[in-house]
């Protein structure tokens, strides 16, 4: 493209988005011709003209920040360990992660589209900005006749999420078919034959429970281990339980929650899974740490303090404050990587960029 100069008084070049016309350049301009990213000048200017370069090469390297902001708004799902970790989660506004590997959603604050398709939700508390999404939700799989979700809930809330169903079918008028499992910490629940779920402890300022998908496998029992193949086939075929079950914890999900889930014991599954999903809901010192225990979350000055207990593969940072930008809170990512061996990577999705 090309940027004229003009040797009227100085004015700092203006960025002109693509969809907006540049408008006709005045008269005795200097042309400027940039073929790449990389400024390239194929006119020689000598004079007052030559401070003009240094304000060029400014905006662009503002298009080149913005270009790059885009293309992280723009960018859908993360792919970590084998799994697909998709949707959205502002804090106060709605929150929806979605496994599609699993078919299920953690939490629906407001039923994004690509939820619908997922046969399992798993409800960590009754806010509106988790669950206020589950009539939307139960009414479209209707629409589109999928079959009844199987919807998790702490056993606190379970009858009043029933009267808040009741309440949809009376006004609408319509049908909201729906499983609904209250699944206490510590319980299981087999989601399909190689999964099952239990909630373990969280602490915010309502009842709140986070979710451990663990996939299930067979191990040979040590006394086994010795015998040749034929010899294991035989005690199988005659009856004898030859393996262990073993549960290993693929997906962690927590909610909303103060850090101290991570002080529990019978957390350490959440803490060992390969994906840990937890909220981050402020990241710097804008606000304090017993700011964010008192309204029942987390700071990342928490997480990075007890960084020495996560033990995953991999950590998805959810829930920041609308406050914060893109910028921002891959800023605040880089500072908890270089606390732990695990991958750190925020959901990012619904941001906006400080460039836009």
């Avoid at 809930?153 to 309440?167: A, F, G, M, R, Y």
Wanted: overall charge neutral; hydrophobic content about 35%.
């Amino acid at each position: 493209m090309q940027i004229s100069l003009s040797n009227s008084p100085f004015k700092t070049p203006q960025l002109f988005p693509f969809h907006h016309p540049i408008s006709k350049p005045l008269t005795n301009q200097v042309p400027i011709q940039i073929q790449s990213t990389h400024a390239t000048v194929t006119s020689a200017i000598k004079g007052p003209t030559s401070g003009y370069l240094s304000e060029i090469s400014k905006a662009i390297d503002h298009e080149e920040q913005y270009r790059l902001a885009r293309s992280q708004v723009n960018r859908k799902g993360l792919e970590l360990e084998g799994y697909s970790i998709e949707g959205i989660s502002i804090g106060g506004q709605e929150t929806c992660v979605i496994v599609p590997e699993f078919k299920c959603a953690f939490d629906i604050g407001r039923c994004p589209v690509r939820a619908i398709h997922q046969n399992f939700v798993f409800i960590t508390h009754a806010h509106l900005d988790h669950i206020g999404g589950l009539p939307m939700y139960i009414a479209s799989r209707g629409l589109y006749n999928l079959k009844p979700a199987t919807v998790f809930v702490p056993p606190c809330i379970k009858e009043d999420v029933e009267k808040l169903l009741d309440i949809h079918r009376t006004l609408g008028q319509v049908e909201l078919n729906v499983e609904l499992v209250a699944l206490d910490v510590g319980e299981t629940f087999e989601i399909r034959n190689n999964l099952v779920v239990r909630p373990f402890k969280t602490h915010h300022v309502i009842p709140s429970q986070g979710y451990v998908v663990y996939s299930i496998r067979k191990k040979l029992k040590k006394q086994y281990i010795h015998l040749k193949g034929k010899q294991i086939e035989k005690l199988k075929k005659s009856g004898v339980e030859i393996t262990d079950t073993i549960l290993a914890p693929e997906v962690a999900f927590t909610g909303d929650t103060t850090p101290d889930f991570m002080l529990d014991p019978h957390n350490a599954d959440a803490l060992r899974a390969k994906v840990l999903i937890t909220e981050a809901t402020f990241l710097d010192e804008s606000y304090t740490v017993d700011h964010a225990r008192q309204h029942g979350h987390t700071h990342l000055f928490d997480i990075m303090e007890n960084s020495q207990w996560i033990r995953n593969k991999a950590v998805v940072l959810t829930h920041f404050s609308s406050r914060y930008s893109i910028e921002d809170i891959r800023q605040a990512a880089s500072k908890l990587q270089s606390k732990v061996s695990a991958k750190v990577v925020p959901l990012t999705e619904g941001f906006k960029s400080a460039y836009q």
